[in-house]
């Protein structure tokens, strides 16, 4: 066991090494709770970015306490597990809900994504609010089945795309919202990557071989919880590097998707072809068309656009909304310029991310988060539609929901949708043919084995 931590030692480096990156999930209906109580949390995951929500449960005044910490790995998680000596801890969730539930308010799920959709889909059943890391989950089906399970719980729900919170981000919605930008024709959201900038021929790199035989388990982990749902293997130390494999990681799409592409996503109100039950099946499909250097089963393409066609939503025209992994000077397109942010050197990390709106009227370019954004022509910025709007902190957004004194921006209703729309770009680039998708219904109508690429099975012992 390694030496004792103070907990001030902990936390403190916990929270500087997150780098003030923020993710959590979010909600519909609360509890009700006095407005000085503190909210029960059981965090699953506690290290990596688990560290950071360790440095948010000890923060005096914040308005968390920890209930209850789990980790599948208690070699690497036992400087968490030190900083609360007198907090329950646990390998399996399911044993923390179990045995701890009752005092547990709220379940943070801070684990590789390949097993966070069961862990949340478990907490919201168990009648608890959840705060869910990005990506929500691995799959269309998952994040589709978490928004059901969400709604029928009513429970309180938040995925960590903190950015979604902020003043800035709300103003720029509203910008859009309140039609300044003229009909919304494209939205690009992008993120660093390796695509050529030009059209020339594009050497195609092999897909990955998955290793063979068998490693003994290190020593504190529990191999069998780390692989949740995901198909039986035997312990390797690569596949234990999870984010080399298709089944376990969700690649950019999945990491800085969820970040970049909310504010176009909330802004053009995607989100409500998932509930446009009255519209013609033909009027709420969405065309997805991928763009990649070849098709990979077993690994993830080095680079990728992949343009989703999407149909009306009430007043708002209909538009693409693409997504590029590298080729960050398409921008230069869409804008007819390029954002004063991105020249500065060295280049700031949420430059290398973002999003571009192009519209009947004018133009908006946002960096990684939505909370930096220029519009064109200028003078919008001043719209009396931006004045007002206030955001508040991701997490503190979350924790007023559970006592039933706010609801979050970024809950399941919103970035469920978000999640299912970013996580069928995967499964284009699995089967690398476009396919039409209902999002009413959550089924793929002209291609069987996309349709089947919406959900792997889970191994038994292990479902939503």
């Known amino acids: 066991m390694p030496r004792r931590v103070s907990r001030r030692r902990f936390l403190r480096r916990a929270g500087t090494g997150a780098a003030g990156v923020v993710i959590l999930g979010g909600g519909l209906s609360a509890r009700s709770f006095a407005a000085n109580n503190s909210v029960g949390v059981g965090l699953v995951g506690v290290s990596g970015r688990g560290a950071w929500f360790m440095s948010l449960l000890g923060r005096k005044g914040y308005g968390m306490r920890p ?8 070699k690497r998680a036992a400087e968490a597990f030190a900083a609360f000596p007198d907090v329950p801890k646990f390998a ?3 044993t923390m809900l179990d045995k701890q539930g009752k005092d547990i308010d709220g379940v943070i799920a801070a684990t590789p994504e390949f ?4 862990i949340l889909a478990a907490a919201i059943k168990a009648g608890k609010a959840v ?8 799959t269309p089906h998952e994040a589709r089945v978490l928004r059901e399970l969400a709604r029928k719980h009513k429970a309180v729900t938040q995925m960590g795309n903190q950015g979604s919170s902020r003043t800035t981000f709300q103003q720029a919605k509203a910008l859009v919202h309140a039609g300044l930008l003229g009909d919304l024709k494209e939205v690009h959201v992008w993120s660093g990557g390796s695509e050529p900038r030009s059209d020339a021929p594009r050497k195609v790199g092999r897909d990955r071989t998955p290793p063979t035989g068998s490693q003994p388990v290190p020593g504190g982990l529990h191999w069998d919880l780390w692989l949740a749902g995901a198909a039986r293997r035997d312990y390797h130390v690569e596949w234990y590097q999870w984010k080399r494999w298709r089944d376990f990681f969700t690649s950019s799409l999945g990491w800085a998707g969820p970040h970049s592409a909310a504010l176009g996503f909330m802004s053009a109100k995607i989100h409500e072809l998932w509930d446009a039950v009255d519209l013609p099946k033909d009027k709420r499909t969405i065309r997805v068309t991928p763009k990649v250097p070849g098709v990979y089963k077993v690994g993830l393409p080095q680079w990728e656009i992949i343009r989703y066609d999407v149909p009306a939503r009430g007043r ?13 000077h398409f921008i230069e397109k869409a804008l007819g310029g390029y954002p004063e942010w991105r020249d500065k050197k060295p280049r700031p990390w949420w430059t290398h991310g973002g999003s571009a709106f192009v519209g009947t009227k004018g133009k908006l370019d946002a960096t990684h988060y939505g909370d930096h954004w ?8 001043k ?3 931006l004045k007002g709007i206030r955001g508040e902190g991701h997490e503190q957004q979350w924790i007023k929901a559970i006592r ?9 209703d919103v970035s469920g949708p978000l999640t299912e729309l970013l996580m069928l770009g995967n499964v284009a680039t699995l089967v690398g043919e476009p396919l039409t998708y209902d999002p009413v219904t959550g089924t793929v109508l002209d291609h069987p084995a996309a349709q089947a690429a919406l959900h792997t099975p889970y191994r038994k012992g292990w479902s939503l």
């Open 131 to 138: 705060l869910g890391e990005k990506p929500l989950t691995r």
């Open 404 to 412: 039933g004194q706010s609801k979050t921006v970024s809950n399941f």
């Open 316 to 328: 708002m025209a209909p538009l693409t909304f693409t997504w590029h992994k590298g080729a960050m």
């Open 374 to 381: 220029n519009v064109y022509p200028a003078e919008l910025a």
């Open 383 to 385: 719209a009396d539609a």
């Open 92 to 94: 399996d969730f399911r």
């Open 67 to 74: 209930a209850a910490l789990c980790d599948v790995n208690s």
């Open 115 to 118: 097993s966070r959709a069961i």
